[in-house]
Protein backbone atom coordinates (compact mmCIF):
# COMPACT_ATOMS: atom_id res chain seq x y z
CA UNK A 1 0.00 0.00 0.00
CA UNK A 2 1.09 3.17 -1.29
CA UNK A 3 1.83 5.93 1.68
CA UNK A 4 2.68 9.30 2.22
CA UNK A 5 3.73 10.75 5.64
CA UNK A 6 4.85 14.12 6.42
CA UNK A 7 6.58 15.38 9.21
CA UNK A 8 8.50 18.23 10.51
CA UNK A 9 6.17 20.42 11.23
CA UNK A 10 5.41 22.65 14.21
CA UNK A 11 4.64 26.10 16.50
CA UNK A 12 7.34 28.43 14.78
CA UNK A 13 7.91 32.28 15.27
CA UNK A 14 7.29 34.64 12.86
CA UNK A 15 10.91 35.03 10.58
CA UNK A 16 12.01 31.33 11.47
CA UNK A 17 12.53 28.21 9.37
CA UNK A 18 10.96 24.89 9.55
CA UNK A 19 12.11 21.89 7.05
CA UNK A 20 9.31 19.23 6.08
CA UNK A 21 9.71 15.67 5.01
CA UNK A 22 7.76 13.49 3.25
CA UNK A 23 9.04 9.93 3.41
CA UNK A 24 7.24 7.45 0.73
CA UNK A 25 6.58 3.74 1.65
CA UNK A 26 5.28 1.03 -0.56
CA UNK A 27 7.20 1.54 -3.71
CA UNK A 28 9.51 3.87 -4.61
CA UNK A 29 8.37 7.57 -6.65
CA UNK A 30 12.28 7.96 -7.64
CA UNK A 31 10.89 8.63 -11.24
CA UNK A 32 7.84 10.55 -10.30
CA UNK A 33 6.78 14.20 -9.53
CA UNK A 34 6.02 15.08 -6.63
CA UNK A 35 4.95 18.84 -4.66
CA UNK A 36 3.83 20.47 -1.71
CA UNK A 37 0.63 22.20 -1.48
CA UNK A 38 -1.17 24.02 1.91
CA UNK A 39 -4.73 24.43 3.44
CA UNK A 40 -4.99 27.40 6.11
CA UNK A 41 -8.54 27.00 7.60
CA UNK A 42 -11.47 28.41 5.68
CA UNK A 43 -9.24 28.39 2.30
CA UNK A 44 -9.20 26.09 -0.20
CA UNK A 45 -5.86 23.58 -0.53
CA UNK A 46 -3.26 25.76 -2.73
CA UNK A 47 -0.21 24.63 -4.60
CA UNK A 48 3.56 25.57 -2.80
CA UNK A 49 6.06 23.84 -5.03
CA UNK A 50 6.64 21.19 -7.23
CA UNK A 51 9.70 18.73 -8.16
CA UNK A 52 10.45 16.32 -11.12
CA UNK A 53 11.59 12.92 -10.94
CA UNK A 54 15.45 14.17 -10.46
CA UNK A 55 15.18 17.40 -8.86
CA UNK A 56 16.14 19.11 -11.92
CA UNK A 57 12.93 21.10 -12.71
CA UNK A 58 11.05 23.10 -9.57
CA UNK A 59 8.24 25.46 -9.24
CA UNK A 60 7.03 27.66 -6.61
CA UNK A 61 3.97 29.83 -5.91
CA UNK A 62 4.36 33.31 -5.88
CA UNK A 63 4.00 33.53 -2.20
CA UNK A 64 6.96 30.94 -1.28
CA UNK A 65 9.23 31.65 -3.94
CA UNK A 66 13.00 33.30 -2.51
CA UNK A 67 11.84 31.95 1.12
CA UNK A 68 10.78 28.20 0.55
CA UNK A 69 13.11 25.63 -1.32
CA UNK A 70 12.24 22.19 -2.10
CA UNK A 71 14.37 19.14 -2.81
CA UNK A 72 14.45 15.53 -2.88
CA UNK A 73 16.71 12.64 -2.15
CA UNK A 74 15.52 9.26 -4.28
CA UNK A 75 18.44 7.15 -2.28
CA UNK A 76 16.09 7.80 0.62
CA UNK A 77 12.68 8.51 -1.03
CA UNK A 78 11.70 11.69 0.54
CA UNK A 79 10.97 14.80 -0.65
CA UNK A 80 11.79 17.81 1.81
CA UNK A 81 10.20 21.37 1.68
CA UNK A 82 12.77 23.29 3.45
CA UNK A 83 10.89 26.96 4.13
CA UNK A 84 12.51 30.14 5.71
CA UNK A 85 11.40 33.97 6.73
CA UNK A 86 8.26 32.03 7.41
CA UNK A 87 5.17 34.71 8.53
CA UNK A 88 1.86 34.08 10.05
CA UNK A 89 0.13 34.05 6.43
CA UNK A 90 1.93 30.50 6.08
CA UNK A 91 0.34 28.65 8.80
CA UNK A 92 -1.36 26.11 7.26
CA UNK A 93 -1.67 22.52 7.09
CA UNK A 94 0.81 21.09 4.62
CA UNK A 95 0.37 18.00 2.11
CA UNK A 96 2.97 15.94 0.13
CA UNK A 97 1.97 14.53 -3.00
CA UNK A 98 3.17 12.44 -5.67
CA UNK A 99 1.87 11.66 -9.27
CA UNK A 100 1.69 7.92 -10.23
CA UNK A 101 3.22 8.32 -14.10
CA UNK A 102 6.40 7.97 -13.87
CA UNK A 103 8.66 10.87 -15.52
CA UNK A 104 5.41 12.87 -15.56
CA UNK A 105 5.56 16.36 -15.80
CA UNK A 106 4.99 18.92 -12.46
CA UNK A 107 2.23 20.74 -12.00
CA UNK A 108 0.21 22.68 -10.03
CA UNK A 109 -3.05 21.70 -9.88
CA UNK A 110 -4.15 19.15 -7.13
CA UNK A 111 -6.19 16.91 -9.34
CA UNK A 112 -3.20 15.64 -11.26
CA UNK A 113 -1.64 14.73 -8.23
CA UNK A 114 -2.54 10.50 -7.25
CA UNK A 115 -1.49 9.61 -3.80
CA UNK A 116 -1.35 12.38 -0.99
CA UNK A 117 -0.39 12.37 2.69
CA UNK A 118 -2.63 13.29 5.87
CA UNK A 119 -0.74 16.60 5.99
CA UNK A 120 1.23 18.14 8.56
CA UNK A 121 0.73 20.92 10.61
CA UNK A 122 2.40 24.70 10.47
CA UNK A 123 1.82 27.45 12.68
CA UNK A 124 3.56 30.87 12.50
CA UNK A 125 2.76 33.11 15.32
CA UNK A 126 3.46 37.27 15.03
Known amino acids: QVQLLESGGGLVQAGGSLRLSCAAS????????MGWFRQAPGKEREFVAA????????DYSDSVKGRFTISRDNAKNTMYLQMSSLNPEDTAVYYC???????????????????WGQGTQVIVSS
Open 97 to 115: ATRSARFGVISRLAGSYDY
Open 26 to 33: GRTFSLNA
Open 51 to 58: INWNGVIT
